[in-house]
């Protein structure tokens, strides 16, 4: 069995809840081992091995199909000890919709999780052309569901896929509105340190970062796959088309036991960075994830090379569980 350091816990913007640096996942390629045909009670197991690990901050949404499972889980341990995020879609099928289909999102949010509140309601996935329509109309509606305490704190997420160039945290990061904000961040798309970091920071936003393992980290040949393409067009120099091309990562003065290690310490320790979102439907994976989040930062000489490698990027390594990708 491995062995996984003592949980650590920080403070999520000004909200005032004390979370762990690692939250789970409930959506993503995985949804709790949905995905791979687990039963609800094996996923359920899944969440609550991550409880047991100090993990009090579960992220799920009502279009992951996952809340059933999160509001089980939490049943075995005192509500106010443990930290549920859900969210709402504002547009569906390319429209609009009405603000009272939000609310009645979250209403049913509620009755799937079985919990009277959630902690963080998020808007779902806004790009650049609604966001000010969602703060504008949506969230007044929202801050009046608060006051009756459905929900402690009020956020909203990026949508990385459709905003690669981070256009909506701009404006999102320094509207002080916003309690929670969840946004795409790895070690290949640094734009959230240009267009979110220094808002969030300013402001007492919580940041919740998503995306930090995606396929281009996770699936076997993918990264190089994507390191032939940037080659080609001159976005990386050409030394970096090859098998293993961040292999300069892994080594033992401090360095990284693998690209997926390397990929959570280095979003974890990025100036800025609350919780890091981590997923799976296997046990051993759920351990040694949180190992990872958990380990020291990568040396700054591996920093430096990251961020002159592939600082520049825009939009890498941002696929969507292909799911959702064919709801898109």
């Known amino acids: 069995m491995n062995t996984v350091p003592d949980m650590q816990y920080t403070k999520l913007g000004k909200t005032g809840m004390r ?10 390629s995985s949804r709790l081992g949905m995905a791979q045909g687990l039963s609800t009670n094996q996923s359920v197991d899944l969440v609550r091995l991550a409880m047991d690990l100090g993990v009090n901050y579960l992220d799920t949404a009502a279009v992951y199909g996952t809340e059933p499972i999160v509001g089980k889980a939490i049943k075995c341990s005192p509500r106010d000890q443990i930290y549920v995020a859900t969210k709402a879609h504002v547009r569906r099928g390319g429209k609009i919709i009405s603000v009272n289909d939000v609310v009645a999102s979250l209403d049913n949010s ?13 808007f779902h996935a806004i790009p650049p052309d609604i966001y000010k329509q969602t703060r504008d109309v949506f969230a007044p509606a929202l801050l009046r569901e608060k006051e009756k305490g459905k ?23 320094r509207d002080p509105l916003w309690e929670v904000i969840m946004l795409g961040y790895h070690m ?9 970091f220094p808002g969030t920071l300013e402001n007492g936003i919580g940041t919740v970062l998503m995306f930090v393992v995606r396929s281009i980290f996770s699936i076997p040949g993918r990264l190089e796959e994507t390191m032939a393409a940037l080659t080609t067009a001159g976005q990386v120099p050409a030394w970096l088309n090859k098998d293993a091309p961040l292999d300069f990562l892994i080594h033992h003065e401090g360095g990284a036991k693998s690209v997926i290690d390397a ?24 351990r040694t994830n949180i190992a990872s989040i958990l ?21 890498v390594g941002l696929d969507l569980p292909e799911s959702r990708a064919k709801r898109a």
């Open 263 to 286: 990929a959570y310490r280095y979003a974890r320790h990025e100036r800025g960075s609350d919780i890091i979102l981590f997923g799976s439907g296997v046990t051993d994976h759920i």
């Open 188 to 196: 290949m798309h640094q734009v959230a340190r240009r267009n979110a």
């Open 110 to 122: 509620l009755r799937q999780l079985g919990t009277d509140y959630v902690d963080v309601f998020q």
């Open 19 to 28: 979370v762990s640096v690692a939250g789970l996942g409930c959506g993503g």
């Open 151 to 173: 929900i402690c704190h009020l956020g909203l997420t990026e949508s990385p896929p459709n905003d690669p160039a981070g256009v909506m945290l701009k404006s999102a990061s």
């Open 295 to 315: 380990s020291p930062p990568l040396p700054p000489q591996d920093l430096k090379k990251l961020e002159d490698l592939f600082g520049h990027l825009e939009g």
